[in-house]
C-alpha cells in the first residue's frame, strides 16, 4: 500500500496521540470500513480519512516489473 506523506503523517499524529502503533491505527480504519453497520458515506469518510484520494499518485509507482528481486 502506498500512501503519501501526509497520509503518513497524519497516521503517524493519530498512532502517537492514541499511543499506539501505525499498523493498529489501519486496521481499526479497515474494520470499521468492513462493520455491516456502517453506511456508504460514513464508509467512503473513513477511506478518505485514512488512506485519502489522490488518483495522480498511481500514475508514478512504478511496475513491478521494475522492482528489484532480492
Request: with cysteine.
Amino acid at each position: 500500500m502506498y500512501l503519501t506523506e501526509a497520509q503518513r503523517a497524519g497516521l503517524d499524529q493519530r498512532a502517537e496521540a492514541e499511543r499506539t502503533t501505525m499498523a493498529r491505527v489501519i486496521r481499526a480504519a479497515i474494520d470499521r470500513y468492513l462493520a455491516e453497520d456502517i453506511g456508504d458515506a460514513e464508509r467512503e469518510q473513513v477511506l478518505l480519512d485514512t488512506f485519502g484520494c489522490r488518483p495522480e499518485f498511481g500514475a508514478a509507482v512504478p511496475s513491478r516489473d521494475e522492482w528489484a528481486r532480492l
